[in-house]
């Protein structure tokens, strides 16, 4: 999820809402577990990143250019494991299909 509203505004938000180039994006963890009030778990790791951090054009500073490519690299680690969940659960909905395939047509 790449927004905090909640999943069903989510695709609302899209249509009414374009980012300015410097507005935060949150990433959520897509493995955490949903939130709960007695969870004693740490919080989820959240990534805030600007469209700008992301397009922006050459730093000088080598300090300031390593801290952007470690959280380039975890952006990167981010959309592979979206990836991987999106992959999952549409293996998921295709064992669902065929299952009920198999049950309406025997």
Do not use: F
Not at 7 to 26: G, L, R, V
């Amino acid at each position: 999820m790449l927004h905090n509203q909640p999943h069903h505004q989510a695709a609302e938000s899209h249509m009414h809402h374009i980012p300015s180039h410097n507005s935060m994006t949150k990433l959520i963890d897509v493995e955490s577990p949903p939130l709960r009030p007695t969870a004693a778990a740490p919080p989820t790791e959240v990534i805030h990143i600007s469209l700008a951090e992301i397009t922006g054009g050459y730093i000088y500073d080598p300090i300031k250019c390593q801290q952007r490519s470690q959280r380039m690299v975890r952006v990167q680690a981010y959309l592979d494991r979206c990836n991987e969940k999106h992959n999952q659960l549409m293996n998921q909905v295709a064992n669902v299909r065929l299952y009920y395939k198999q049950i309406m047509y025997s």
